[in-house]
């Protein structure tokens, strides 16, 4: 005979209840996904992507490090850097935060085939425009600036959503670092969100 145990369905209020231990909780449909907390590396990576993008966007955009996409009761997933339209004040919450211009997922050892297979995927079917993830390597040597495996490795992992292609959004590589690349990128977000109003 086969048993079949019941998986249990959490919300989004319910993470409230979850301790603050430094792991990272998100849901995706009712699952609950943990991650551990984000190492050394890895924060000053995101540190960097986050400078880097504050810097080429300015006031076009508004650049969040750790974001949160929610949608419905049972979905919140948190990308290490999230882009989104300006204008969102100081009081916005993030169930009214929308139209995610990109996610940005740095990858470590422990969440690499998390965010590589179930995050992309989902953010995609989200709604989110564009997304990077990669990894980098950091070294006490480099302090200035990301090392060349960091760079390219975003580039190669890029992808912009399908569903948007050929309606407005960018069918072009966004390369990091490049304030004329970004600049362009939010340029024809721009565009597309006036053309849909």
Known sequence: ????????RFTIDMLVDFPDDGNRYELLEGTLLVTPAPT????????RLVLLLGNALGAD???????????????????D??????GYG???NWRQIHGWWLAVEVMSPSSRIYDREVKRAAYLALGVQGLFSG????????????SRSHSSTIRRNQQTNPHNRGKGAVDRPFRLPGHEAARNHVDSLKEKDAADQ
């Open 135 to 146: 990894s980098g390597k950091f070294s006490a040597k480099r302090r200035r600036k990301p």
């Open 90 to 92: 100081p009081k916005a």
């Open 81 to 86: 850097i999230l882009v989104v339209p300006p």
């Open 40 to 47: 050394w590396d890895h924060q000053v990576i995101a540190t």
């Open 1 to 8: 005979m086969v048993m079949v145990l019941p998986v249990p």
């Open 61 to 79: 955009a508004q650049v969040v490090a750790v974001g949160a996409i929610q949608r419905g009761k049972n979905t919140q997933l948190q990308p």
